[in-house]
């Protein structure tokens, strides 16, 4: 066994072995959607989401500036700090929030969904990463018939229950009003999928390659 | 559709809905692996991990008054605080730590590999929890030559390039010193793997049936 230390020669060796398997199983994926669909499976070792990932208009992704909320604390801190600060960008996950759990409460309804709200009231044209909670597409969808713009939904919660719905309602809304979008169809996904597709879009958006902040 | 919208019933659906595809595949999980079995399961709608978790020494697993330690501030950022507080528990990871990125310059190593090093001198007889680097694995082996006896290794980092070695190479460390182990054996796995079977464990050790921090 060749032994690897350096970051960035696992992630240089991992990616090989990426783009070899998928070449193997016969998947070609388009060059513009390329880094996102590696670093998913980079992410979860499998391969599935080169056929779920589905993306809605894959040319205005620049992350440059942007603000980035999250709907999991724990998407939140795998997402690379430093690239975040090298595009200027900043990231909020309202989860913890006190005004956010207490107008759940009030409303009987998901922190999730309150936590949504919170966010597109104060940053409308916010990127909207979804990895955990299907009710948070839902409001999403609704909030987007009423308006709400975002400059891209990353839609990739994972389970059993309203997930394949939650993620069909909303590509169905950002397909409608041409809403740049990425969407992992079907059951899987979760907060390091929503946070690998974050980190490909920041690497590729810095201009960096390794991935700096993993530190395997 | 039917719509939950309460935590407590999508995480009842969810774990039925589990139960019953596991039976149709004809799997069956012992009783004391099954909470942590269906709740990776949860956390990654991936029923292939019903087959790759293997279990050493599976009864001494109860978290109380334990000093948990993860490879990634994301897999910390994930395990339930309530039950953390409610079994006098506490967690750390030392990735972030300024001496672990000093001691990994000054060897040549992975911060990974330091941030072991550090805890094991500090919290010997803690549960560590690596769901990113290969490297801790390897480490953690070595240190148990050397009379490291954690009281839980769960090892379940994902990835293309030295994950499945390391994975086996703890296995064998801890079935040959009889250190209970959770192993997710192959390439799949992750930080919110390493956060779901914490949580498994710490839910059953306190008593507590539904995910109260997650927050769908």
Redesign the interface.
């Known amino acids: ?1 060749k ?3 350096r ?1 960035a020669d ?1 992630e240089n ?2 990616m090989r ?2 783009s070899a398997e998928l070449k193997e199983r016969g998947i070609e994926i388009p060059g513009n959607f390329e880094a996102v669909v590696k670093r998913v499976i ?5 391969f599935e989401f080169a056929k779920t990932l589905t993306f809605v208009c894959g040319k205005c992704m620049d992350l440059h500036q942007k603000t980035i909320i999250t709907d ?3 998407a ?3 997402i690379s700090k430093p690239s975040l600060q090298k595009l200027g960008c900043e990231a909020f996950c309202f ?1 913890a929030d006190p005004g956010v759990a207490a107008a ?1 409460k009030e409303n ?5 969904v309150a936590a949504m709200e919170y966010a597109a009231e104060r940053y409308p044209g916010a990127v909207f990463a979804v990895g ?4 948070a597409l839902f409001k999403l969808a609704e909030l987007m018939e009423c308006g709400l713009r975002p400059a891209l939904v990353i839609a990739v919660p ?6 394949v ?1 939650g993620k069909e309602e909303i590509l169905r809304a950002c397909r409608k009003y041409e809403v740049p979008a990425i969407v992992a169809r ?7 999928v929503a ?1 690998a597709i974050l980190n490909a879009l920041l690497y590729e958006a810095a201009g960096m390659l390794a991935p700096e902040s ?3």
């Open positions: 066994m032994t690897y230390t970051p696992i060796e991992s072995i990426i980079h992410a979860t070792a499998d999991t604390n724990m939140l801190s795998g989860m759940a009987g309804t998901t922190r999730a955990n909670a299907p009710t994972v389970g059993f229950v309203n997930v719905e079907g059951r899987k996904g979760g907060s390091t946070a993993r530190g395997w």
